[in-house]
């Protein structure tokens, strides 16, 4: 990736440029636009929604995992498209497809989608229609972007870190601290709600959120942040750090 990006800084030609990569067996994409900005799902994905239902017409549901962007809801409401939200997984999201009309489903680390497709995560389709859409609207990635952010009056910045724990000991003493004294204060701001259908994920006042889960086989903490700015973000990440030492 950081090769890529550096390409792409270097790349002087003029017009839309857009930089694609996978992983290693091609179920999961990210990208980089003209400006040498790493794209993560969270961007990419508000990004395809419009895309498919206003130039390709396609329709139906659109699925999130809980720790997806918000920005993803606020397009899905532009066109009135459901939208449907799931435990963290893609696995959640093909069952969702099994039994619903889906126009695509998304996951924050990079698995996306498509009902009219198959269902499972394709990063070569969701390239393809990456590259059509800088084609038919001839705007570089990161400019539909701020295109949609203009449009929801959403804009937000996101991260997330994996932090080891001393011991499962410490995992349990965490755990137990979450379930029977419940935060009431975050990185300064109030919680207004907490929602804890996989972790626990924590709205604060001012429509940022926090996302704390555990691994399940090991001493790891997951925590998860989309706030108003970056330094936001890390700010209350690094509180959910000092929080958990």
């Known amino acids: 990736m950081s090769k890529l990006l550096q390409t792409i800084r270097d790349y002087q030609s003029p017009g839309a440029v857009v930089g694609l990569v996978f992983d290693g ?7 980089v636009d003209g400006a040498g900005n790493f794209l993560s ?33 606020q397009v899905a409401k532009l066109h009135n498209l459901p939208v ?17 009309q889906v126009l695509l489903g998304g996951e924050e680390s990079g698995g996306i989608g498509y009902g009219h497709h198959i269902p499972e995560r394709d990063a070569l389709l969701s390239a393809l229609y990456l590259l059509e859409t800088v084609v038919k609207t001839e705007l570089d990635l990161g400019a539909l972007y701020r295109q949609l952010q203009e449009k929801t009056g959403f ?6 870190i994996d932090l080891p ?39 604060l006042a001012d429509q940022s959120w ?32 000092n929080w958990a030492s």
């Open 210 to 241: 926090l996302l704390i889960r555990f691994s399940g086989t090991e001493p790891v903490l997951r925590l998860y942040c989309e706030a108003a700015t970056l330094e936001q973000v890390h700010a209350t990440l690094n509180w959910a750090k």
């Open 155 to 160: 804009s937000a910045a996101y991260d997330r």
């Open 165 to 203: 724990l001393a011991s499962m000991e410490a995992r349990a003493k965490l755990l137990d601290q979450l379930e029977n004294q419940p935060l009431k204060e975050i990185a300064g701001l109030a919680v207004t709600h907490c929602q804890t259908g996989d972790g626990y994920k924590f709205r």
């Open 41 to 73: 799902s969270q961007i990419l994905i508000p990004i395809l929604i419009e895309h498919l239902f206003v130039r390709r017409g396609f329709t139906g549901e659109v699925v999130k995992t809980i720790s997806g962007s918000d920005l993803m809801p």
């Open 84 to 100: 449907f939200e799931t435990a963290i997984g893609y696995k959640y999201i093909a069952d969702r497809m099994l039994d619903a």
């Open 25 to 31: 067996d091609a179920d999961r994409i990210a990208a």
